[in-house]
């Protein structure tokens, strides 16, 4: 495999989540936050994990980016709220420092993740019916329960974040 593809997803998946952070506008934010999970699978089609990436964009890329983007519409209150921001400066140093501290971790994952081996057996295959029976089997209750987690996290953010009402306006 070459690295350039890699260095190319690389490159835009983390320049998108670093413009992402850097922008004042929610919902552009958010698009480009979908761009970067659209780049993370890129990323796992690209190491072969093809099952993996197809579940990222079904889950991420579909699924959280919508709750994320119905989120962001449903609890802004005006836009002089959102007005307040530090200046550039700050914004730029915000945004890079993170992203240099995680991509620090990445290559330091991706470079020990691969020891040199004496022993050469191929790891098992795995197909998309096993995986399925497994994440439906011994792990059903699991998934609904995250499932059921993630709705009222949502639902409790947006009751926290919606305006109150006084009831003595006529």
């Known amino acids: 495999m070459t690295l350039l593809p890699l260095l190319i997803i690389m490159l835009l998946t983390l320049g998108s989540a670093a413009v992402a952070m850097m922008l004042r506008n929610l ?10 999970w659209a780049g993370i699978a890129a990323f796992f089609l690209w190491a ?7 579940a990222q964009v079904l889950v991420y890329v579909g699924a ?3 709750v994320v983007l119905f989120a962001v519409l449903l ?16 914004r730029i140093l915000l945004a890079v420092f993170p992203s240099v501290l995680v991509g620090s971790l ?14 050469s057996s191929p790891a098992p295959e795995l197909t998309v019916k096993q995986i399925g029976e497994s994440l439906m089997g011994p ?11 993630l709705t009222v996290a949502l639902l409790g953010a947006i009751v926290i974040a919606s305006p109150e009402k006084s009831e003595d306006k006529p």
């Open 27 to 36: 919902i552009h934010s958010a698009m480009l936050l979908i761009f970067s």
């Open 48 to 54: 072969g994990a093809e099952f993996v990436a197809f």
């Open 64 to 66: 959280v980016s919508m």
């Open 75 to 90: 609890t802004r209150r005006s836009r002089a709220d959102l007005e307040v921001s530090p200046p550039a400066w700050k």
């Open 106 to 119: 990445l290559i330091g994952a991706v470079l020990g993740a691969f020891p040199p081996t004496t022993n």
């Open 139 to 149: 792990q059903t209750a699991a998934l609904l329960a995250i499932g059921v987690l």
